[in-house]
């Protein structure tokens, strides 16, 4: 009994932390944020990154379970468009994202939860600047309620 | 409309007794009136059995994926919407055609039962029949008179096909036949100005009403695949749990799945038990194709491959941000 209300206490007290899924492709923006690590750029911690083969691997299934299952917020990051690894991967990621964005968009969920953007591996900067970039518009958007799943516990 | 049912059935018979089909599907008469089911002929003595009226508003076009598993060669009664869904198929590689026949019908826009019904015109219905912009019904109290277009149904008054644009055959010369929904964008703009929490409202309020049915998914000529990932659990992918969060998921993904190849033919919004603004999401993904792809085109040409097959490089990009950071 005491314990349950110890913990209700500091989850009460415990600010907004948002819960980010960055599904990174293996080539470039995994080796961006590699990069980012290793040159000690600041990041938020709270960047949960799935490594993908290719940015045309994300399955729009996987940013709709990311959401239903507890992101705040949902990034989707590969090679710049020419520099994929499989030559033509985030050119049809591009058409596909585009207009997912938007149909999610159109659905209600805040463009701002939903990010893509191609950060090569020499990007350590870009990869610090757009995560903590969409930290801070998804903290300021506060939790996200939209797609959430009812059965889900944090 | 008796002219048209003449010509079916000569056509079908001609067609299966000198073998140059062995299966034909078309229009067969239902329990009532205001009923017409998908039939599927082998024997000459149920050639008969076709019929052509206001009501064959069933997309035939689909059949042909299971009926061609076990028939060589078919013969179809395609109307103009139904003829986009064919060569959806031919592109998805779904069928073949060179074992297909296709009559094309030019339709002239079906009756829906529910807005007569919503008249009070249903119940003793004897008798209906079209005569241009006019409806003649003769029901137990007499015959009426009535404007076509107020019974039509909404997928019909905004159809820009009504002619097939793709046929063996031709069965009658083409109808001219203007939509008179021309501006058919304005309800997804009208969804497009709300906010974001108005818009997620009103969705979660759409989706919630869904069964889960599936008959959206079955009756479209687009969503064809032999496994969907709504009929296999096991894979972990889909729940058939009833939350809120399935039904956004099964709306967004079914949505998602036919973009750039929803030939826009509004049977899913039709058969909707629940009567799902599915029509709208189909809908805002053709505008988008349209403003940054150019021209949708989907049913129309077999042989240009889908919008998200294909990709230019100097397609719009959205989401480039500046190179490199701070
Ligand atoms: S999604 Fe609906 S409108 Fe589009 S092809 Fe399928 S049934 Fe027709
Ligand atoms: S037809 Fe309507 S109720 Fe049935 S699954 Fe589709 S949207 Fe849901
Ligand atoms: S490998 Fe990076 S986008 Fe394809």
């Known amino acids: 009994m005491l314990l349950e209300s110890k913990e209700n206490l500091t989850i009460d007290k415990e600010e907004f932390k948002p819960l980010i899924v960055a599904f990174c492709c293996n080539w470039c923006s995994y080796a961006g944020a590699d990069l980012a690590g290793t040159s000690r750029l600041n990041y938020p911690a709270n960047i949960r990154i799935i490594k993908v083969p290719c940015s045309c691997r994300v399955n729009p299934n996987f940013v709709l379970r990311a959401f239903q ?35 999610l968009n159109y659905i209600g969920i805040e463009s701002e939860r939903l990010k893509v953007d191609w950060i090569s591996a020499a990007e350590a900067n870009k990869f610090a600047t757009v995560m903590n970039d969409v930290l801070e518009k998804v903290h300021k958007l506060g939790p996200n309620r939209k797609l959430r799943d009812v059965r889900w516990k944090r | 409309m008796e002219e048209m049912i003449s010509k079916m059935k000569k056509i079908a018979y001609e067609d299966l007794s000198t073998k140059k089909v062995d299966r034909v599907i ?94 009070n015109l249903l119940k003793d219905l004897r008798y209906l029949r079209r005569v241009d912009e006019k409806l003649i019904i003769v029901t137990k109290q007499g015959e009426k008179e009535l404007i076509a277009k107020d019974y039509e149904y909404d997928k019909c008054l905004k159809c820009k096909h009504p002619n097939p644009v793709v046929y063996s055959e031709l069965l009658e010369s083409n109808t001219l036949r203007n939509s ?24 979660s309020e759409q989706f919630s009403k869904c069964i889960r049915c599936y008959a959206c998914r079955n009756i479209c000529p687009v969503c064809s695949c032999d496994k969907c ?67 949708y085109d989907a049913g129309l040409n077999p042989s240009k491959s889908s919008v998200l097959v294909n990709y230019k490089l100097e397609d719009f990009d959205p989401f480039e941000t500046s190179k490199g950071g701070k």
């Not at chain 2, 998805?92 to 009559?103: E, L, T």
């Open chain 2, 26 to 119: 078309g229009f067969g008469k239902g329990d009532f009136i205001y009923e017409a089911n998908p039939i599927f002929i082998s024997n000459l003595e149920e050639v008969d059995l076709l019929v052509w009226d206001l009501f064959c508003v069933n997309n035939l076009s689909k059949y042909l994926i299971n009926e061609l598993k076990n028939y060589q060669k078919i013969g179809i009664f395609l109307k103009g919407c139904d003829s986009l869904g064919f060569n959806q198929l031919v592109k998805d590689n779904k069928v073949d055609p060179d074992n297909v026949i296709v009559y094309g019908v030019p339709c002239e826009g079906m009756i829906d039962p529910n807005k007569l019904s919503k008249k």
């Open chain 2, 180 to 203: 008179i929904l021309t501006d058919d964008f304005e309800e997804v703009d009208r969804i497009e100005d709300m906010n974001s929490e108005e818009r997620y409202e009103y969705w």
């Open chain 2, 229 to 295: 990932i709504f009929d296999n659990l096991d894979i972990g992918v889909s729940g058939k749990a009833k939350v809120d969060s399935e039904d956004q998921f099964f709306h967004i993904v079914r949505a998602y799945h036919v973009a750039g190849r929803c030939v826009d033919c509004g049977e899913c919004s039709r058969v909707c038990p629940e009567s799902i603004a599915i029509d709208k999401l189909n809908r805002k993904i053709i505008k988008d194709i349209t403003e940054i792809y150019g021209e």
């Open chain 1, 69 to 103: 299952n507890g992101a705040d917020g949902v990034v989707i990051a590969g090679c710049h468009p020419g520099d994929c690894h499989y030559s033509t991967g985030n050119y049809f990621a591009r058409r596909r994202l585009t207009l997912f964005t938007s149909l």
